[in-house]
């Protein structure tokens, strides 16, 4: 009995967040009141206030399941059969897809730009992108895969917050359709800073590579 | 006379257009009427009417006046006694600090972040800075201080959506004050690919090449 009615709450409180979240990504988090997420949703607006108490609080929810996802995405990038930079160059096509077509994580993205107009501390939707790709340019470095310069946790900052903005101002600016492929042109100048050895010496008699 | 009566319209303009500048910078354009511009600049309501028709006027030609100061920070990069990939990162520097400090600069990075809540199309404030580093990275090609396999026109644009990606995200998760750093730590993983030449293969008996 109990059961059901848990059940029955996080059904209703998924519902809400689902609602809340594809409201937030296309009108923004000013433009959708508590209101609008009770018909969306098609429960109550006393259900909002009863679950989540407000609409910031609806929106810090918003902000935490993007968190609450990525174990399940890490676990796919903790196979450690595949190289871990080639681990890493996929986990950025995943995200980017996320960016493009998960409401969730749209929320997410466009309710940190506009943090400002939220009336609560949203956490940093970054840290786990950040902590992840740490943690593969350290396995990087730990099985030889490496360039001897690269410090993990720095170039892993460094590279989210390129990644983000590439993907955001490509998504603004072209369209989303067109992400994947400006994606490809950044690691394409990225990814070689990585790599461990450089081109080898060219005997003579040998063709230089790359010509 | 009619001169006179020019000089004081510009004035008026300019004293119009910084007081929004400043404003939208800090507290957004859903943030700023045009009863707080008036109060700031010592100018009338009447007075941004009559010059800008409206708050949407206003907001455009923030983001437009920060295409009219290019010119003159292109002349400095004509300079082409300078090797155009470093004249690129010198750029990217000033860049970075107008948009940490010069309130205009502020204020189109904050209006193109809030472009949906503004009631008229924006110019993309990236055309310039995109075709300013095409231009520098087709002069490194002419020049040959261009890795071969680079293409000026989609390098600048991946260059320039990923430096503002860095910049904006570094400000806000950390403070202006860092971004020159790890701006220099985004060059470290980015230069290398643009750079000709790698190593050339060392001769035995020789040193190898930067060391």
Redesign the interface.
């Given at each position: 009995m109990d059961r059901t009615l848990q059940q029955r709450a996080r059904a209703t409180r998924r519902a809400l967040l689902e609602a809340a979240a594809s409201l937030f990504a296309e009108r923004?988090y000013?433009g959708t009141s508590v209101n609008d997420i009770s018909t969306r949703s098609g429960r109550t607006s006393g259900s909002v206030y009863f679950h989540y108490a407000s609409k910031e609080g609806v929106a810090l929810a918003v902000v935490q399941d993007r968190f609450a996802t990525w174990p399940d995405l890490s676990a796919r990038y903790a196979d450690e059969t595949v190289p871990p930079l080639d681990r890493l160059v996929a986990l950025s096509y995943d995200i980017a897809h996320a960016l493009s077509g998960d409401p969730v994580t749209r929320a997410g993205a466009r309710l940190w730009?506009?943090r400002?107009?939220v009336n609560t501390a949203l956490p940093?939707p970054?840290a786990l992108w950040t902590a992840a790709a740490t943690r593969l340019l350290a396995q990087a470095r730990s099985t030889g895969h490496l360039a001897p310069?690269v410090h993990p946790a720095?170039?892993a900052?460094?590279?989210?917050?390129?990644?983000?903005?590439?993907c955001?101002?490509?998504e603004a600016?072209e369209g989303a359709a067109t992400v994947p492929d400006?994606l490809t042109?950044?690691w394409?100048?990225?990814l070689?800073?990585?790599q461990p050895a450089?081109?080898p010496?060219?005997?003579p008699g040998e063709a230089p590579r790359?010509a």
């Open positions: 923004g000013a730009a506009e400002e107009t940093d970054f310069h720095r170039t900052r460094t590279l989210v917050r390129a990644f983000f903005g590439l955001s101002l490509t600016l400006r042109d950044w394409h100048l990225t070689p800073s990585l450089p081109l010496p060219t005997a790359g």
